[in-house]
Structures are given as structure tokens and as C-alpha cells.
């Protein structure tokens, strides 16, 4: 079975690249923005990975996986940003909680495939 990942992001180029660079390996859920992943969260969904960007109208990236890490039920969800912001090295140091990655945009694929890899590796039980 696959892993599912949820792809927050408000750029259509950027969802249809990340369908076309992942769907294979990944089940994926695509959502243009924070509120519509707040949303399909609270239906009781629990991806294996969440691929954000920051830049986004209404709920930005950096409020939604905020307000993720503050819940009792996603807080250990891991979370990597995919962003085009500026100073985005030093906007992933200042924030007020754990990143698993991130990737700057425009991003090249192999790149965030090994930074997904990464993380579900660091994420299995020991001995696995």
C-alpha cells in the first residue's frame, strides 16, 4: 500500500508537477490551501507526510502547520515545506516549530524525492 502524502499549495504548475513526480510512488491529496487541508484533517484523515508551501492566500503555510503542531493528533506528523519564499533558510530557523525538510522552489525532483525519502526513513521503528 502506499504512503499517503497530503500537497498543500496554491500554485496549479506546482500541484501538477508534484502529481506527475510522485503519484507513482505516492498516494497523494492535493489541496489549494490551508483551510481546505484544516478541513479535510479534521474529517479524521491522517497522512504519513505533509508537503506544504508558505506562500498562500487567506491561511499561510507557516499558520497551518503551526496550528498542526499545536494539536494533540498531527503534532508528530512530519512536514516538509516546498516554498519559492525569499530568505526561506532563515524563515525556517525562526519558526516556532519542527520541520522534518524543506525544499526551495523551483525545486528539482530528485532533490525532494530523497527529502521525502529521508524522512520516512527517520520516521521508521528502529530494526525496521
Same mark, same amino acid.
Given at each position: 500500500? !502506499?504512503? @499517503?502524502?497530503?500537497? $498543500?499549495?496554491?500554485?496549479? &504548475?506546482?500541484? /501538477? +508537477?508534484? =502529481?506527475?513526480?510522485? %503519484? @507513482?510512488?505516492?498516494?497523494? *491529496?492535493? !489541496?489549494?490551501?490551508? $483551510?481546505?487541508?484544516?478541513?479535510?484533517?479534521?474529517?479524521?484523515?491522517?497522512?504519513?507526510? *505533509?508537503? %506544504?508551501?508558505?506562500?498562500?492566500?487567506?491561511?499561510?503555510?507557516? %499558520?497551518? *502547520?503551526?496550528? +498542526? !503542531?499545536?494539536?494533540?493528533?498531527?503534532?508528530? &506528523?512530519?512536514?516538509?515545506?516546498?516554498?519559492?519564499?525569499? =530568505?526561506?533558510?532563515?524563515?525556517?530557523? =525562526?519558526?516556532?516549530?519542527? +520541520?522534518?525538510?524543506?525544499?526551495? !522552489?523551483?525545486?528539482?525532483?530528485? @532533490?525532494? /524525492?530523497?527529502?521525502?525519502? &529521508?524522512?520516512?526513513?527517520?520516521?521508521?521503528p528502529v530494526g525496521s
Amino acid at each position: 500500500m !502506499k504512503k @499517503q502524502i497530503l500537497i $498543500v499549495d496554491d500554485e496549479i &504548475t506546482i500541484l /501538477k +508537477l508534484l =502529481n506527475f513526480v510522485l %503519484s @507513482q510512488e505516492y498516494d497523494l *491529496i492535493i !489541496k489549494n490551501s490551508g $483551510v481546505e487541508a484544516i478541513s479535510w484533517l479534521e474529517e479524521g484523515n491522517a497522512p504519513a507526510l *505533509i508537503i %506544504s508551501d508558505l506562500e498562500m492566500p487567506y491561511f499561510d503555510g507557516s %499558520s497551518f *502547520i503551526y496550528n +498542526l !503542531k499545536i494539536s494533540g493528533f498531527y503534532r508528530d &506528523t512530519p512536514v516538509i515545506i516546498l516554498s519559492g519564499a525569499s =530568505n526561506l533558510d532563515e524563515k525556517v530557523a =525562526n519558526m516556532p516549530f519542527k +520541520l522534518d525538510a524543506y525544499v526551495s !522552489k523551483p525545486f528539482n525532483p530528485g @532533490q525532494l /524525492k530523497e527529502a521525502i525519502h &529521508t524522512v520516512f526513513k527517520s520516521y521508521e521503528p528502529v530494526g525496521s
